[in-house]
């Protein structure tokens, strides 16, 4: 185990192609409500999001209407996206971690940004040191728009997984 804080930690390849796994990667500006890629003059109902998951209040670039990126963009996009989510984890976090958990708390905090939240269970059952715990409330943030959705299901599953086993297991079944 790593006592957060004192190296600092940095997200595995394995947890890094995990990620990518779940969130796909998108060379076009999309809107994540319905997953269709926006036209200057429509309407946007969700987020728009581009790359790998990254969304302008991620930071920069911020994200626009008809914006199209590289493969490479999306990578230093992912990276420094990365760099400021290990952050949050590593603040928020107060316990041993191994890198399994890491990687696994660092794909949640990526997708949901609940590790900060002052009612998130999973933060404060590992903060008290409840590991088992901690693992098993994964499973309660798989609601989006109101409702539970199959996606997140499965991710905050795999993340289980990976938390508690070390299984890498991505988006398309295939072990990362």
């Avoid at 076009?28 to 890629?37: L, M």
């Avoid at 911020?62 to 992912?78: C, H, R, S």
């Avoid at 289980?160 to 299984?167: P, S």
């Amino acid at each position: 185990m790593v006592r957060m804080g004192a190296h600092p930690m940095m997200t595995s390849d394995k947890g890094r192609a995990f990620i990518e796994s779940y969130e796909g990667l998108f060379l076009r500006a999309y809107d994540d409500y319905n997953d269709h890629i926006v036209k200057p003059g429509q309407e946007v109902r969700g987020t728009l999001t581009i790359g790998y998951g990254h969304t302008s209040a991620a930071g920069k670039p911020e994200v626009y209407v008809g914006q199209e990126i590289t493969v490479d963009d999306a990578d230093d996009i992912l990276k420094s996206d990365l760099a400021a989510v290990e952050h949050e984890v590593s603040q928020y976090i107060k316990v041993p971690l191994t890198q399994q958990q890491f990687d696994a708390l660092v794909s949640f905090q990526f997708n949901t940004g609940w590790l900060a939240h002052p009612h998130c269970s999973l933060t404060g059952a590992l903060n008290e040191g409840n590991y088992n715990l901690a693992a098993r409330d994964f499973a309660l943030y798989d609601i989006a728009s109101g409702r539970v959705l199959s996606g997140l299901v499965r991710r905050r599953k795999a993340e289980h997984d990976i938390f508690l086993n070390g299984n890498y297991v991505g988006n398309n079944g295939a072990i990362v």
